[in-house]
Structure formats: C-alpha cells, structure tokens
C-alpha cells in the first residue's frame, strides 16, 4: 500500500474530502455544543431558574447521548448512511430548538434530553460510516480526523458561549447551533450513500441492556452532584450492581450491546475497551477540576484557566492526527507508548499544580506542558484503539462495534466525574476549602487517577499482546 492510498492526501480529495466534512462535522457539533452549553448555564439559570436541577443537564444529556449512541446501528440498518444522519441531525435540532425556546427549566431538561440523544446518534453514526464510506487503509486516519475534533470544541465552545453569554443573549448561542447542524446535515445528506451495501438485518433492540446501563449511569452521576460520602458510595454500588447484572444479561442475550467478548478480559478487544476507559477516565479529571485548580491555587481568571485547562485536549488532537499515519508494529508500539507518555503527564501535574503559585510565567509554561504531554499521550493511541475495536469485533457484530465506542466513552466519562468528586471531596475540596483544602483535592485527586494510566499500560500490552497472537492463528501454516 503507497502513502497515498492511506494518507491525509486521499482522505481530503474528492468526495472522501466532503465526506470527511460531513462525518468530522457530526462530532463536532455534539462536542461544541457540550461545552457551549457548560459555558451558557449559569446564564440560563439566572434567568428561567432551576438552579436546583443544574447538574441535570449534563446527566440528563449524557445518559440520552448514551441511548442514542446504543440505537445507533438500528438506525443505521433501517435508514441507510444517509436517512439515518439527516433523522439524527433533525432530532438534534429539534432539541435545539426546545433549549432556545425554553421558559422554564423542566423544558429546558426536555429540549437537553432530545438534544443527547440526537448528539448520541450523530457522535457513534460518525464512527460507524468510516468503515461504510472510507476504504480500510483510510481508517486510520478518519479515526484520528473525527477523534480530534474534541480538541476543535475544547477551544471553540467556550469562547462560542462566553461571547453569548457575555451579552446575555444565551438563548442565541442554540439559534446558532441549529444553523450549523442544517449547514453540515445538509451536507450529509447530499454526499452519503443511501444504503450501506450491507445486508439489513431485522434485530431487536437491546432494552434490558440499555435500561441498566441507563440505570448506572443516573445512579453514578446523582451520587456525584452532592458531597456527602454515604450519598457518592451509594450511587457507586448500585452502578456497580447495575454493571453486574448488565454482564449477565449480556452474555446471555442473543441482541447485544456490546460485541461479543467485550467483558472478557483474556480478549483483545475487552482489554482495549479497558484501555480506552482508563485514559477517558484519566482525562475526565482534567476536563472537570483543573480549570478550578489553576483559578484558586495559581491566580488565572476564568476564562485563561479555561483555556490553560483546554491544552489537555488540543494535545490530544494532534497526537491524534500526528500518529494516525503509522501502521502494523508501529501502530502496536504507538497504542503501548500512549498510556506511558500520558502517565509522565499525570506525575508533572501532581508536582506542579497542589504548590501552587503567583501565576508567574515559567510555571504557568510548565503546567501548560505537562498538559499538552497528558493529552499527546491519550492521542497517540487513540486513532489506533478505535481502528482495532472495528477490526477486533467479531464479523456478526461489525454493525454494533462502532456505537460500542461511543457508548463505552460516554459511560467511562460518567464514571470519571463520579470518582474525581468524590476523591475530592474527601481531601477537602469544600471541607475545610479554600486555598489548604484546594491544594489537598488537587494532590490527591491527581495522584489517585495517575492509577488510571498505569493501569491502562498493562491492558494496552496484554492487548496488543493477544491481537499479535490472534493474527497469527489466523495465518494459516504453509
């Protein structure tokens, strides 16, 4: 295979470059719109109440984004590549279009259920095509493309609801996301092909799976909205039994939710679902404290902690799009070289942020650096933990494998904010507070989840380990 078959090159040119648009465009918007609708809630609640119901509109969206991406595959069976993007994007829309009409914070709820469930559709539909539109050597890099578009709406959705939010026009900031989900469905729409030249077979929807994953999801994330150790334990433990009874049902159920062999850990493909849960679940502390760390501890506004806190996930961009070109060992050496790099990362920050600072120039730079490394490190494996979940996935469940990945992101988010505010909770984050109980939550708070890459070491080498052996077995003996 020459470069050109499998490089940035042939992905931009013709109508791979549209299609990548319209595909890159999808996460995109869900990406955007979470952190623009972060930025613009303390807004909407000044002005339509609900303060009480602050934390629901991210629990709210998560588990519906969950569900969409879970539904995904029927969808996409029934309606083809192209119905199914242009009914997902209508039905984010749609709940656009509820947010910005919204007076009250009940239908705000509605309107951000509707919108997660369309933002689901569009986040797994945008994985799921890359293997319908694009050419197996192109993976790869669409993977690395689509993935790093978390990075683009780190930086873009902040200052997206801050300029709306800044000139109390909050309601305009979901009037102009309904004009970007037309442009790029629309796009979608005229570029994809109808039918996925796969067979569409008739299946059940997997609702007892869903249902309890819905379940722990809602019980993990209210266990987290208060800080009380009985209250953040209780939502855990039923997560977890929630969790168990999901992995009996599933094993037993001839519908998945998952491919086959996802809870298996001898496999390759459950231990590189580990590995992608670790690290999200070790970028999850970054997303969700840091910001505070750096305004309580090192002196920055708002606004430059927000995006001293976003270099996190512009690394991950370009380790993304930088190691998306490299192939067989080396993509195997990138996917055991990822939770490494991300661990040295974790160490720097865990030295630098609890001390504290003046916010002077040269330690701002190193915490910027020891960022960029955590989120480089996350990057580097990405494309190619993605790719291996297609290629890993038993044969009958290729159609499933792509929403298993967002399904499986969106879940280990949840369970990384749960775990971050309770470990800082415990250190002192809001007892006894201030600039002592801060520096505490930070220390402690880092150190633990510095657990979360080493862990994601050993899966990442026990998985491409066991993908080595398996592609072997597969040759056959001359």
């Known amino acids: 295979m020459s470069d050109q078959e499998g490089g940035w090159g042939a992905l931009f040119s013709g109508r791979n470059a549209i299609r990548s648009a319209a595909l890159a465009g999808g996460v995109g918007l869900h990406a955007i719109n979470v952190y623009v609708a972060t930025t613009i809630l303390p807004s909407v609640v000044s002005d339509i109440g609900g303060l009480d119901y602050y934390a629901w509109n991210t629990t709210l969206f998560v588990v519906a984004s969950i569900i969409g991406s879970a539904l995904s595959p029927g969808l996409l069976r029934s309606r083809g590549p192209r119905g199914a993007y242009g009914w997902a994007a209508l039905l984010f829309a749609f709940g656009t279009l509820g947010c910005a009409l919204a007076p009250s914070m009940p239908v705000m709820l509605i309107g951000r259920s509707i919108q997660g469930l369309g933002g689901g559709f569009l986040f797994a539909l945008s994985y799921g095509m890359i293997r319908i539109v694009f050419p197996e050597t192109l993976w790869p890099r669409a993977m690395g493309l689509i993935s790093g578009m978390w990075g683009i709406a780190t930086l873009a959705g902040p200052a997206i609801g801050g300029i709306f939010a800044e000139i109390g026009a909050w309601r305009a900031a979901f009037w102009s996301m309904i004009l970007v989900v037309g442009l790029f469905g629309g796009i979608a729409v005229a570029v994809l092909p109808s039918r996925s030249g796969e067979e569409s077979k008739g299946s059940r929807t997997p609702l007892a799976q869903l249902v309890l994953l819905s379940l722990s999801v809602l019980a993990v994330s209210a266990g987290s909205v208060r800080a009380d150790l009985s209250w953040n334990l209780g939502g855990i433990v039923i997560a977890l039994v929630g969790l168990a009874a999901l992995v009996a049902v599933e094993t037993r159920a001839g519908q998945r939710l998952l491919p086959r062999g996802s809870f298996r850990l001898s496999t390759p493909?459950?231990?590189?679902?580990a590995t992608m849960s670790l690290l999200t679940i070790a970028v999850t502390t970054g997303e969700m404290f840091i910001p505070l760390f750096l305004q309580v501890l090192h002196g920055q506004s708002p606004l430059i902690a927000g995006y001293l806190a976003a270099v996190m996930a512009a690394g991950w961009t370009v380790g993304s799009i930088g190691?998306?070109?490299?192939?067989?060992?080396?993509?195997?050496?990138?996917?055991?070289?990822?939770?490494?790099?991300?661990?040295?990362?974790?160490?720097?920050?865990?030295?630098?942020?609890?001390?504290?600072?003046?916010?002077?120039?040269?330690?701002?730079?190193?915490l910027c650096l020891a960022l960029a490394v955590v989120g480089i490190g996350v990057g580097l494996g990405w494309p190619h933990m993605l790719t291996r979940v297609l290629q890993l996935a038993p044969e009958e469940d290729r159609d499933i494998a792509s929403a298993a990945i967002t399904t499986t992101q969106l879940f280990a988010t949840a369970i990384g904010a749960a775990l971050a505010g309770m470990v800082a909770n415990l250190a002192g984050l809001s007892d006894p507070g201030g600039i002592a109980g801060t520096s505490s939550a930070a220390f402690w708070l880092l150190a633990v989840f510095s657990a979360a890459p080493v862990l994601a070491l050993v899966t990442a080498g026990r998985s491409v380990r066991g993908a080595a052996d398996k592609a072997r077995l597969a040759v056959p003996s001359p």
């Open 323 to 366: 190691s998306s070109g490299q192939r067989g060992r080396n993509a195997a050496r990138t996917i055991m070289a990822s939770p490494l790099v991300a661990f040295v990362g974790m160490l720097a920050l865990v030295w630098l942020i609890p001390t504290g600072s003046g916010g002077e120039g040269p330690t701002i730079a190193l």
């Open 269 to 273: 493909l459950a231990l590189t679902f």
